[in-house]
């Protein structure tokens, strides 16, 4: 699948954005789905994984009570709804699909395949 991320912005600390990575192709439905970001000078990190049926979702701690991850396969559209912005959330987000082979919906960059090229959120304190 290819990928197109979406909805990055410069906010102020508290405020909310929704993340939007379409994708194209029919096999959408047959994958998990991730967020990662990246930080200037920072590693990417795992963010948030959906299964690709939507029933089963999974955060980073840093982003748990905050962050909600969805999916509408019907229009082949992961999102990510960020609440309660902080500054250290300031990074690239990138969306990213692994073909699901099983249960397991993975939470490592290395397990997917396929990369949106990633939407920049900047939140200022």
């Known amino acids: 699948v290819q990928l197109q991320a979406s909805g990055g912005g410069s906010v102020q600390a508290g405020d909310s954005l929704r993340l939007s990575c379409a994708a194209s192709?029919?096999?959408?439905?047959?994958?998990?789905m991730g967020w990662f970001r990246q930080a200037p000078g920072k590693a990417r990190e795992f963010v948030s994984a959906?299964?690709?049926?939507?029933?089963?979702?999974y955060y980073a701690d840093s982003v748990k009570g905050r962050f909600t991850i969805s999916r509408d396969n019907a229009k082949n559209t992961v999102y990510l709804l960020m609440n309660s912005l902080k500054p250290e959330d300031t990074a690239v987000y990138h969306c990213?699909?692994?073909?699901?082979?099983?249960?397991?919906?993975?939470?490592?960059?290395?397990?997917?395949?396929?990369w949106g090229q990633g939407t920049l959120v900047t939140v200022s304190s």
């Open positions: 959906i299964s690709w049926t939507g029933g089963r979702t």
């Open positions: 192709g029919r096999t959408f439905s047959s994958h998990n």
């Open positions: 990213a699909a692994n073909r699901a082979t099983g249960l397991l919906v993975p939470q490592e960059d290395t397990e997917y395949r396929s």
